[in-house]
């Protein structure tokens, strides 16, 4: 039987005499070396535990209200901007048989110049949702370009006077409307600007994508006319 040594006999005898407070005990470990040490401490304080996450059906549960509030939220908003792209929609379909362009050309060329936005305002002036710089909203008649209808008139009637001059051709209408006649017509064709070179090939990828419900041509040649009725009722024929 291993002796016990002098130091742990002496705190043994200690303890047996009374000396060691009542509120301690005998406390005992082993070292790094395996030697057993007896010592007299209060009781190592228990470790507090930590707070439970949440059972898997609790945090599920709480995932899922967040995803679900942000879903509702998302669709709420996905809605709106639905029904006011459907608004935008049939007043293009309105205009555009006023001006006897396709619907489709127009809804492509709103998508690259405003993404639907009627709010929306360029970095060189153009705004709304044809993006009518001041001078050709003035020329329309457009005293708000930031109403849809009256934004769609000016831009539709400029678009279509566009295709007439030059003869359908698709080209050179478009390049004009984004950096005007007077380039086009210097240029003998689409300037050589890489913004309107972009641009007339975005609107034309748009145009004639599958699936754009296009119509053979882009505009009805017959020409439009626009008279004022003696009421004041602005009237628009092909006659």
Known sequence: MRTLSKSVL?????LALGVVPARSQIVSYK?????????????????????????????????????????I????????EEANREKITQMVREVSDRYRVDPALVRAVIQTESNWDSRAVSRKGARGLMQLVPGTAQQFGVSNVFD??????????????????????????????????????????????????????????????????????AFDMRSIYRTVAANGRVVFTNE
């Open 148 to 217: 849809p209808q009256q934004n769609l008139d000016g831009g539709v009637h400029y678009l279509r006077m566009l295709l007439e001059r030059y003869n359908g051709d698709l080209d050179r209408a478009l390049a004009a409307y984004n950096a005007g006649p007077t380039a086009v017509d210097r240029a003998g064709g689409v300037p050589r600007y890489r913004e309107t070179r972009a641009y007339v090939r975005k609107v034309t990828d748009s145009y004639f994508r599958p699936g754009s419900d296009r119509l053979p041509r």
């Open 73 to 80: 939220a998302s669709s709420a908003v996905s809605a709106a």
């Open 31 to 71: 070292d790094a070396s395996g030697k057993r040490v007896f010592i007299n401490a209060d009781p190592i304080p228990p470790a507090r535990p930590s707070k439970p996450a949440p059972s898997g059906t609790a945090a599920a549960g709480i995932a899922s209200h967040t995803t679900q509030a942000s879903f």
């Open 10 to 14: 002496i705190l043994l005898g200690t």
